[in-house]
Structures are given as structure tokens and as C-alpha cells.
């Protein structure tokens, strides 16, 4: 059911994911800080998973979310920068993204709260986040491009 809250989320989670698509650091950063002044860690949790659904629609195709259990196929980002296994931030956004497609809700949920008290860790998770989202994106409309422009 829809409210202000979702409504206002969504809106900024679509804004903040095409200025970084557009590569747009400022705009990105603007739309992230009004998440935060307006809802505060509860609002980038939010923005965390419409970003995690956007990479599950983008990269997995759309592939359904588990249950939880983590009984049926379970899906495993690999940490997406690989120059730097010490990046704490992106392997945050390689976790947060896996356990959200898997459905394991409270893994997702313990992730972001845990990450608040260290502060490189959790705003370098969600900048990655950010990015993962923003590139799997771009990848997809530079692959819609080169479709049509072949046809």
C-alpha cells in the first residue's frame, strides 16, 4: 500500500539512480542528502534496497527473491571491485545485495545496522551500492542502444 514515506522514497531512489547513471556526482549526492535529512538511516535503508532490487532486476533478470531459507538456488554477488579486496564498502554492497535477493531479510537488516557505528564502512557501502546500481543500469541501456541501433 502506498504512503508519503514509499512515495517519497521511490521518487528519490529514481532521481538518485539516473544522475549517477548520468554520472552526475553532485545531483547524487543531493538526492542523498535529502533522503537523510528527511528520514535519516531509516530512509537509506529504504534507498539501500530499491538499489538491491534494481541490481536483482538488472544483473539477475529479474530473478524471484528467496524466502529466506536459503534452501533453493542462492545467488552470490561477487565483490564487484576486484582491484582492492580490502574495500570494505564494496564487499558491504556485495553482501547487502546477496542477501537481499535471497530473501534473507534479516541478514540485510543486521548488515546496514551494524555498518552505522563505522562510518567509512557505511558510507563507502552505500556509495557502492550506489555505483553497483547506477552501472548494472548503464550496462543494460548501452546493450538496448546496440540492439536497436543493429535493427
Not at 538511516?41 to 536459503?70: E, K, M, W
Not at 534479516?106 to 567509512?120: G, H, N, P, R
Amino acid at each position: 500500500m502506498p504512503n508519503e514515506y514509499s512515495d517519497f522514497i521511490v521518487e528519490q531512489a529514481s532521481l538518485l539512480l539516473e544522475a549517477a547513471v548520468r554520472l552526475d556526482d553532485e545531483t547524487t549526492a543531493e538526492v542523498l542528502g535529502a533522503i537523510v535529512e528527511r528520514h535519516g538511516h531509516r530512509g537509506v535503508y529504504s534507498l539501500c534496497v530499491c538499489l538491491a532490487d534494481t541490481v536483482r532486476q538488472i544483473a539477475f533478470n529479474n530473478q524471484p527473491r528467496g524466502d529466506g531459507t536459503l534452501t533453493g538456488p542462492i545467488v552470490v554477488v561477487e565483490q564487484y571491485d576486484h582491484t582492492d579486496l580490502r574495500n570494505t564498502g564494496d564487499l558491504w554492497a556485495s553482501r547487502f545485495v546477496s542477501s537481499y535477493i535471497n530473501g534473507d531479510d534479516e541478514t540485510t537488516k543486521s548488515l546496514f545496522t551494524s555498518s552505522i557505528t563505522d562510518v567509512a564502512t557505511h558510507v563507502g557501502g552505500v556509495t557502492e551500492l550506489i555505483c553497483m546500481a547506477a552501472d548494472v543500469t548503464r550496462q543494460r541501456l548501452n546493450e538496448n542502444r546496440d540492439r536497436e541501433s543493429r535493427n
